[in-house]
């Protein structure tokens, strides 16, 4: 709801009037609602900046937030939202940070009188209201971005290609495999095996807890694409459950090795090249 150029002038003139009184009644109630979560300078200076944006749009003539004239203040708003969305605060907690002005407002509104104070006010705490909600979707715009780019980090870091033997790369596999996933899998091992030259991949699935045919599917893909690369695959981590699951949905593996456990797996890759392995035997009391 955009104001007109006089209503506009008045409410800067109100701001601009009492400017030390508006940011510290301001500052007062906002800290309220945050319960010391924020230093009093930062949330200071963060209501100076608002204030500020609000009075050098209102001087210019008539605010509305869609405007080009409005930039300052949706820049205001918007650094409001970001900072707060960074900092771990709601999204409530920010748009009260907006809200509280109207308590500020009522005070002044009334403090002026005049035959047009009620309808001045409405007209502010509508302009409030739409700073508020610009304020809202700008923060869920900001989480949104915070929380996909923190499931990619989890998503790459749930993915590790280890090297095990000169020639022998790993790929141990916890929780569920989708397709997402599977695709991230699949990058870094094949990216792994042309930085390595290595001839050789186990991806071990001790830690998935169950393999359907979809989880099967991206498993195979993964060792197709590796082939292409010139490298043998491996799969370790075959449990009895596991290995009755897959017979009984009827999955084949064709010609690729699984092995029960990482150590069988890597045993295996190390006798087809030729290098001899012996299983440690369990330590006697005397």
């Known amino acids: 709801m955009a104001l007109s150029a006089e209503e506009s002038g008045r409410l800067a003139?109100?701001?601009?009037?009492?400017a030390e009184r508006v940011t510290q009644r301001w500052t007062e109630i906002v800290a309220g609602s945050l319960r010391g979560r924020l230093s009093q300078a930062e949330l200071r200076r963060q209501v100076q900046d608002l204030h500020s944006a609000i009075v050098a749009t209102g001087e210019h003539g008539a605010i509305d937030l869609s405007a080009e004239s409005a930039a300052e203040l949706r820049a205001a708003l918007s650094d409001l939202s970001r900072g707060r969305a960074r900092q771990g605060f709601s999204a409530t907690e920010t748009a009260?940070?907006?809200f509280a002005l109207k308590d500020v407002l009522a005070g002044l509104v009334e403090e002026a009188g005049g035959d047009n104070a009620l309808r001045?006010?409405?007209?502010f705490s509508r302009l409030i209201d739409e700073m508020g909600l610009f304020t809202f979707e700008s923060f869920v715009r900001t989480r949104e971005s915070l929380i996909a780019d923190q499931a990619e980090q989890l998503l790459e870091?749930?993915?590790p290609v280890v090297k095990l033997w000169e020639g022998v790369v790993a790929?141990?596999?916890v929780g569920t495999l989708d397709s997402a996933r599977a695709q991230v899998v699949m990058e870094r091992l094949l990216q792994t095996l042309v930085d390595t030259g290595s001839p050789y991949a186990i991806i071990d699935i001790?830690?998935?807890?169950?393999?359907?045919t979809q989880v099967a599917q991206h498993i195979l893909k993964t060792v197709v694409a590796a082939r292409l690369m010139g490298a043998d695959c491996i799969i370790s981590g075959i449990r009895p459950q596991i290995a009755q699951t897959i017979v009984a949905l009827g999955i084949e593996f064709g010609d690729i090795a699984t092995k029960a456990s990482l150590?069988?797996?890597l045993r295996h890759v190390l006798r087809l090249n030729g290098v001899e392995t012996a299983r440690r035997q369990p330590r006697r009391d005397v």
Request: hydrophobic content about 50%.
């Open 13 to 18: 003139a109100l701001l601009g009037g009492h």
């Open 96 to 98: 009260i940070s907006v």
């Open 120 to 123: 001045d006010y409405i007209a």
């Open 157 to 159: 870091l749930s993915t």
């Open 171 to 173: 790929v141990p596999l």
């Open 206 to 212: 001790t830690g998935v807890p169950a393999v359907d």
């Open 263 to 265: 150590a069988d797996a």
